[in-house]
């Protein structure tokens, strides 16, 4: 009976069928989360159709979110009024900021460079204690000059420095562990790599290599709290040799006075 024999190979053939396309296009389980995923370039969709979309734009929106990574946190410490203080802190920011509840202080966040600088000023004028890091672009760039005879004075390669157009800030003579000079100064200047290329001083062959940074957690020196230095911190002073409240520069305790 070969018609039979045709309709179940037909039969078997449109089964084969539907089960390729029933794995073609699974079911959608219920239960499946959703995967968001975030695009960094959102905001061109606002842009209007007339604006041409170029490597410009997109950079300048990857700028954007990169300044944004760099402006340092603000510890705002001893807030009593939260309202006031968000309304005052409202009034003189213009981007988005956020502000998160820690152990001991509020942690604000800005996004623009302005801000930073807008609501660290208003907190000094409303002498409200915090605490903050150096913004990225201000940072300077500390190296070692290697070679130098010890008998060269700081001032002597400071104005060296200057005279090649190398924008020093300071120059410190280093010493080995038994406190003798060594043919190496250390030297604190702006944010221009350029001293990098320096092999000449004085007529002296040098090297000049970045200086290895402190793997020790800072103190500052005008609260004694660790993770942050004492040029950016406006919290009370503590007192390190007698734990009252000055700065240990102002203490007349002695190494004679008794604790």
Not at 89 to 103: H, P, R
Not at 184 to 189: G, T
Request: glycine share 0%.
């Amino acid at each position: 009976m070969p018609h039979i024999q045709l309709g179940a190979e037909n039969m078997a053939a449109d089964v084969s069928s539907k089960r390729k396309m029933k794995d073609n296009h699974p079911p959608k389980s219920p239960s499946s989360p959703q995967l968001k995923i975030k695009n960094r370039y959102t905001s061109l969709s606002n842009l209007n159709d007339n604006v041409e979309i170029n490597d410009n734009t997109l950079a300048d929106i990857d700028n954007t979110h990169s300044e944004v990574r760099k402006i340092p946190p603000i510890f705002v410490h001893n807030i009593t009024n939260y309202e006031q203080f968000h309304l005052s802190l409202a009034s003189v920011a213009n981007d988005y900021f956020t502000i998160e509840q820690k152990k001991d202080s509020l942690k604000l966040k800005l996004t623009t460079i302005d801000d930073y600088r807008t609501v660290t000023k208003e907190l000094e004028t409303m002498q409200i204690k915090y605490h903050t890091y150096q913004l990225p672009k201000d940072k300077r760039i500390s190296v070692v000059i290697r070679n130098l005879p010890v008998s060269i004075s700081e001032e002597t390669i400071f104005t060296a420095l200057w005279e090649l157009q190398y924008e020093a800030i300071s120059v410190t003579h280093l010493q080995n562990y038994l406190k003798v000079q060594i043919p190496i100064v250390a030297v604190l200047q702006q944010s221009s790599k350029h001293i990098y290329s320096l092999d000449r001083l004085l007529h002296c062959i040098v090297s000049v290599e970045p200086r290895k940074p402190s793997t020790d957690i800072p103190q500052c020196k005008n609260c004694q709290r660790y993770s942050h230095t004492e040029k950016y911190c406006h919290l009370p002073p503590k007192c390190v040799k007698c734990a009252e409240n000055h700065h240990y520069k102002n203490c007349t305790k002695t190494s004679e006075t008794q604790a």
